[in-house]
């Protein structure tokens, strides 16, 4: 099964929120139902459409969701303007930051520094990370993980404490240039960003 939206839900629920998925209406229905929201998570899920930060479709993008896009750079711009918190996870940071202007590297392969970061490789390790965390299963299954460089002066390293610690990772698209609004907060040692903050 597709665990994906159940896996970024549960965490907001276990932390004391009430996680609800914004249906992809536009205009004054979003603005509705933004008005009970106290903040934005913006998940994982498919490539985004590289014409969004001004580049042709080259052979190492996979499946796209066009609706899923222009509905995600929408809700980014009405939550910044209300100010509402937001926290972008896998997919969720790259759409931050086409957003704001910045652009992606269709494949983490693009880049000879790059080739061997976690990917597509570790997709049916994660799918399996997914099942056995929602079955409660004390084992969870070898996966992706490699640490990353925290920045002092973060808010990430104000949160955390640490200059280094191991994630959770693997992704295909990254970014590339980052929007001017943004900030690199983390990167992994090969110099793909992961983390940043506005």
């Given at each position: 099964?597709?665990?994906?939206?159940?896996?970024?839900?549960?965490?907001?629920?276990?932390?004391?929120?009430?996680?609800?998925?914004?249906?992809?209406?536009?205009?004054?229905?979003l603005?509705?139902?933004l008005?009970?929201?106290?903040?934005i998570?913006?998940?994982?899920?498919?490539?985004?459409?590289?014409?969004?930060?001004?580049?042709?479709?080259?052979?190492?993008?996979?499946?796209?969701?066009?609706?899923?896009d222009?509905?995600?750079?929408?809700?980014?711009?009405?939550?910044?303007?209300?100010?509402?918190?937001?926290?972008?996870?896998?997919?969720?940071?790259?759409?931050?930051?086409?957003?704001l202007?910045?652009?992606?590297?269709?494949?983490?392969?693009?880049?000879?520094?790059?080739?061997?970061?976690?990917?597509?490789?570790?997709?049916?390790?994660?799918?399996?990370?997914?099942?056995?965390?929602?079955?409660?299963?004390?084992?969870?299954?070898?996966?992706?993980?490699h640490?990353?460089?925290?920045?002092?002066?973060?808010?990430?390293?104000?949160?955390?404490?640490?200059?280094?610690?191991?994630?959770?990772?693997?992704?295909?698209?990254?970014?590339?240039?980052v929007?001017?609004?943004?900030?690199?907060?983390?990167?992994?040692?090969?110099?793909?960003?992961?983390?940043?903050?506005?």
């Amino acid at each position: 099964g597709d665990y994906g939206s159940v896996g970024f839900q549960r965490p907001v629920a276990l932390a004391g929120g009430v996680p609800f998925a914004l249906s992809r209406l536009d205009g004054s229905f979003l603005d509705e139902a933004l008005d009970a929201c106290d903040g934005i998570l913006l998940g994982g899920g498919r490539d985004i459409e590289p014409h969004h930060f001004g580049q042709e479709a080259t052979e190492h993008l996979a499946a796209t969701e066009p609706h899923r896009d222009a509905f995600e750079l929408d809700l980014v711009r009405r939550a910044l303007d209300r100010k509402l918190p937001l926290l972008g996870a896998c997919r969720g940071i790259q759409i931050l930051n086409v957003a704001l202007g910045g652009t992606l590297v269709q494949d983490v392969s693009v880049r000879a520094e790059w080739a061997e970061h976690p990917s597509d490789r570790g997709w049916r390790a994660w799918k399996e990370v997914e099942r056995s965390s929602l079955a409660g299963e004390e084992e969870v299954p070898p996966h992706p993980r490699h640490p990353i460089a925290v920045e002092p002066g973060s808010r990430l390293h104000a949160a955390l404490g640490v200059d280094e610690i191991e994630v959770d990772s693997f992704h295909h698209q990254a970014l590339d240039r980052v929007a001017p609004d943004l900030t690199v907060a983390a990167r992994a040692p090969d110099g793909v960003v992961e983390a940043v903050e506005l």
